[in-house]
């Protein structure tokens, strides 16, 4: 058997389907909270020339794959939203991920953009043609040509998989947590979580209540603190809904006080000692075992992996019928997990919670660019850089969103995608304005950005922090995180530095590039807004 995991583009598939490409102006990839915003930001500009293309069957990204028992956000929210679309219906302060697919499905409507939208459309792959200065993007819904392209693939879509032996063979339900398996009923299962990261530690606590038997594989402990998490009362929504500014000042106080936590992750790990002893604290009141509470106790300062919030992990691994095995995997069988220890453990089903691939994303391999090579043989030479988390030498024309060091530890990645729209938007006026067939960044301007990116991320709690990460590529860069304060970024990408990039006139192309006409659906296409 198989694990269900269907990558953005899809490795070997060469021929899109037969037909007659389309001509655009802007072609978006994904419609997450960052594609569709950057739908939403083309709209109302009055550009209009643009599809969305997205694998799915609905907006959503992240939040429509991710249905597992116990979904939810981490962040609070207020803040977890598009400044310009406020959502008073949050019936908690941090919302589950029905309430937050169900938002963005509202937003997607209120704006008006579905029809720009092309679902179950695959993208096989992207390449930059150097005669007509267009991208050529096939998919399986036929073949596009763009001046622009934007990739809003999401750093969380691409399921990571464990290496281990075995593992093909199990004869029981087995899959990955961003491919739940609804039709599998867990109860009075044996079943084995494998990983103890952020969807894990909802997931075990979700199951735990039903399953016969449940083994928690454990690689790294994980720092975890309280979430402080409650339904808001009757009170508070009308206050949401009719009360002028009450909940924008809500959302400003959260961003604030969120904002303060970046001294301790970026500027001076001594600050996360208060969070640290916050942390110890929740760990010896839920977890009395000594024995137990030694193994899950983190061996690296908080902040240098992802901190998670629960409350009811920790006295999920304290009940009776579960077991944190923490020696290895050695080997998966037919039936059973054996440990590293020698020790056999039968198990009727597998949750795989072991994460996503974000340094080193199967889509990279997807993009080529001017000079033939991908995306992903360009960050195996130099690593996954970046400008401004916007651009990348060598991919003229193309913008990135939630690209290289746009990640965070402590806030709301709304914000930031609302930041690099805005950079987007500035991109293609002035793209416009001085009639520019491409522009590229310059590699010696990405090269000097990048040199001070790790500079500043070198005092970091992810840097120094004592653990390996996600957030650290192969050549040890931290090429996920942003390393200051959010209204930084805000700042640095509110206009597009021309000078940071090598442009031609659009007079100056070759004349064998076509040019773009308005874009429009065939009647299957077309997605029903209602």
Known sequence: ?????????????????????????????????????????LSQKGRNDFLVVERGNDVGGTWRDNTYPGAACDVPSHLYSYSYALNPEWTRSFSTQPEIQKYIQSVSKKYNVLDKHIFGCEVESVRWDNAGSRWHVNTSKGEFVARIVVSAVGALCEP????????????????????????????????????????????????????DHLDVYQRTAPWVLPRADREYTKAEGLAFKYLPGFQRL????????????????????????????????????????????????????IGCKRMLISNNYYPTLAKDHVDLVTDG?????????????????????????????????????????????????????????????????????????????????????????????????????????????????????????NADLQAKLSNSVWNNGGCASWYLDKHGNNTTLWPGFTFDFRRQTKKFDLEAYDSVPAKDLSTSAPAPTASTLDDNDKVSAQ
Request: hydrophobic share 40%.
């Open 1 to 41: 058997m198989s694990l269900p995991v269907t990558d953005t583009f899809a490795s070997g598939q060469t021929g899109a389907a037969k037909g007659e490409a389309r001509h655009i102006d802007t072609l978006i990839i994904g419609s997450g909270f960052a594609g569709l915003g950057a739908a939403i930001r």
């Open 160 to 211: 990571s998989l464990p290496d281990i032996k075995g593992i093909e063979g199990f004869q029981g339900e087995i899959f990955h947590s961003a491919r739940w398996n609804h039709d599998a009923d867990l109860t009075g299962k044996r079943v084995a979580v494998i990983g103890t990261g952020a969807s894990a530690i909802q997931i075990i606590p979700a199951i735990g209540k039903k399953v």
């Open 250 to 301: 809500c959302r400003a106080g959260i961003y604030w006080m969120r904002e303060t936590q970046v001294v301790g992750l970026a500027k001076a790990p001594i600050f996360m000692k208060p969070l640290q002893f916050a942390a110890e604290r929740h760990l010896r009141r839920q977890i009395k075992d000594k024995d137990l509470r030694k193994k899950v106790h983190p061996n690296f300062q």
């Open 329 to 449: 995997i050695a080997e998966v069988t037919a039936d059973s997990v054996i440990s590293k220890d020698g020790t056999e453990r039968k198990v009727d089903a597998i949750v795989v919670a072991t994460g996503f691939h974000v340094t080193d994303s199967p889509t990279y391999e997807g993009i080529f660019g001017k000079d033939g090579r991908s995306l992903a043989e360009v960050f195996e030479d130099g690593g996954q850089q970046g400008y401004k988390g916007a651009t990348i030498a060598n991919f003229p024309n193309m913008f990135f969103l939630v690209g290289p060091n746009t990640g965070l530890g402590h806030s709301s990645m709304v914000f930031m995608i609302e930041s690099q729209i805005n950079y987007l938007a500035s991109a293609l006026d002035t793209i416009d304005k001085h009639d520019l067939g491409t522009v590229e960044v310059r590699e010696d301007t990405q090269k000097a950005y």
